[in-house]
């Protein structure tokens, strides 16, 4: 420990960054233990008073989490936990749903894009189980907004790209928060499913170029159905 400690960021690094490098260089992973308060307010020499602000800071960022009798525990990684800060931020920046809706467009694109040069077959038999899924769905004449995010997450998961799956999950959940799952329904299951299957032809023959493109006009046509939702409802 000794060792990881004088490897550990200098004093002026802020409290909270300290604690989280002492993480990263004592390798801890989610349910293991963080050592008790007073040993690490040693070891990282920071205050009581300071490192507990500072834990504080990390649990509520879902880092750590504490348990009365288990103590400071690693907690397994959560993009939901994100979402929250990331919304407070845009609120303050200033943003419409159909910044979202672009945003996740260009996002999905580029994962179509990778997704037909990277793919592995496990990977496109989960995005062609989504797919039937939904198909079958539409023959039924259901409307399922989950099934339509799990297709377009298992083209997100064969980019094999964590960072550019947690951008889009953010960006999925805050379009969720500003108008529920109605986003992600389709208007028209039958027309919807035609471009799903030819996305996926694309990317089971790895066509990149052409998964890119029919990947960005498909999620631009929800910005397209959001603006007349919205028109009909100011005119109510």
């Known amino acids: 420990m000794n060792n990881i400690v004088d490897n550990i960021t200098s004093e002026t690094d802020a409290p909270v960054e300290q604690v989280f490098?002492?993480?990263q260089k004592s390798n801890l992973k989610p349910g293991d233990k963080l050592p008790v308060r007073d040993e690490l307010s040693e070891m990282l020499g920071i205050g009581p008073r300071v490192l507990r602000e500072a834990l504080s800071v990390l649990e509520h960022q879902g880092i750590i989490r504490t348990q009365s009798k288990a103590g400071t525990i690693i907690a397994n990684p959560s993009a939901e936990r994100l979402e929250s800060p990331f919304r407070w931020y845009l609120e303050f920046a200033g943003y419409e749903l159909e910044d979202m809706i672009r945003a996740r467009a260009s996002i999905e694109a580029t994962s179509a894009y990778e997704a037909a040069k990277c793919r592995t077959n496990k990977d496109l038999l989960k995005i062609l189980t989504a797919l039937e899924e939904l198909e079958?769905?539409?023959k039924l004449k259901q409307n399922d907004a989950e099934e339509e995010l799990?297709?377009?997450l298992a083209?997100?998961?064969a980019m094999h790209n964590p960072v550019m799956m947690i951008f889009n999950r953010l960006i999925i959940a805050n379009i969720r928060k500003t108008c529920g799952s109605s986003a992600f329904e389709n208007t028209n299951a039958k027309?919807?499913?035609?471009?799903?299957?030819?996305?996926y032809d694309a990317i089971k023959n790895r066509h990149s170029i052409k998964a890119m493109k029919l990947m960005h006009s498909h999620i631009q046509k929800s910005l397209n159905v959001n603006s007349r939702r919205r028109k009909n409802a100011t005119k109510r």
């Open 191 to 199: 027309r919807s499913n035609a471009e799903h299957r030819k996305i």
């Open 21 to 23: 490098r002492f993480i």
């Open 136 to 138: 079958e769905k539409a």
């Open 150 to 152: 799990r297709f377009h």
């Open 155 to 157: 083209i997100l998961e």
